[in-house]
């Protein structure tokens, strides 16, 4: 099947109206947890506890909010280092399905590339979705067996101060709200999303720094969660 990739139209100061039809968590993951901790634990109620990398920082406090930090790695220098990831295994309920899907996550950087959380990678089979931040501009892909969609915030997002990114996938299109505040979206239905890949938070699981960059992420997360209907 031909897959069409749909490009978000930038609304710039709507209000974040539709969000709310994502308002069930399947996973929350607060990380605050201690310095030196290998687990991220999913206070969602269904345990899917994450693995911390060693690399990861955690209890790092900045800004008036405590989560984990990951240093900065040059682009497409092998080695890989997968301790640079935090990881989540796969399950079902990961996995957008058919559903109303939404990822927030609360971000700080002052650097201009990486994926922040995905699950799957281009070529995958059942499609993938990620939030990655080319050139400081937050990025979120959905793609489905019917289509590709995607939506990019319209300013740069890699200031130094914390912003909340809200990516939602529904049967009408895509929306990404910055700070409580809708600001694209496209319309079109991606289809089913369902891959037995991790979620990975910090860059890819699968790359070589060669042939495939890992896409690592260098700044600050406060919190990942996922909701869905």
């Not at 345990?47 to 909010?65: F, K, Q």
């Not at 200031?159 to 009408?172: I, K, L, N, P, S």
């Not at 700070?179 to 991606?190: I, K, L, N, Q, Y």
Request: aromatic content about 6%; overall charge neutral; some cysteine.
């Amino acid at each position: 099947m031909t897959v069409v990739l749909t490009v978000g139209t930038v609304l710039i100061g709507t209000a974040a109206t539709a969000d709310a039809a994502t308002g069930r968590p399947v996973a929350v993951w607060e990380m605050n947890e201690r310095a030196g901790a290998r687990t991220m634990v999913d206070s969602g109620g269904r345990g899917l506890h994450g693995r911390i990398g060693r690399e990861v920082g955690t209890d790092t406090y900045v800004s008036g909010a405590t989560g984990y930090r990951f240093d900065r790695l040059e682009p497409d220098s092998p080695p890989p280092r997968p301790g640079h990831l935090v990881t989540v295994r796969d399950a079902d309920a990961l996995d957008p399905g058919t559903r109303d899907y939404a990822v927030t996550i609360r971000l700080r950087t002052t650097h201009k590339f990486g994926n922040l959380v995905q699950k799957g990678q281009a070529t995958v089979s059942g499609g993938n979705f990620k939030l990655q931040i080319p050139g400081g501009i937050v990025e979120c892909l959905f793609r489905g067996s019917v289509s590709s969609v995607l939506v990019s915030s319209p300013r740069r997002l890699n200031d130094g101060r914390w912003h909340t990114v809200r990516c939602a996938r529904y049967r009408e299109g895509i929306t990404l709200s910055v700070d409580g505040t809708t600001v694209a979206r496209s319309p079109g239905w991606t289809g089913r999303i369902a891959n037995s890949w991790p979620v990975s938070i910090g860059g890819k699981t699968s790359c070589d720094q060669i042939d495939v960059g890992c896409d690592y992420y260098a700044g600050d997360l406060d919190y990942v969660q996922i909701d869905s209907e």
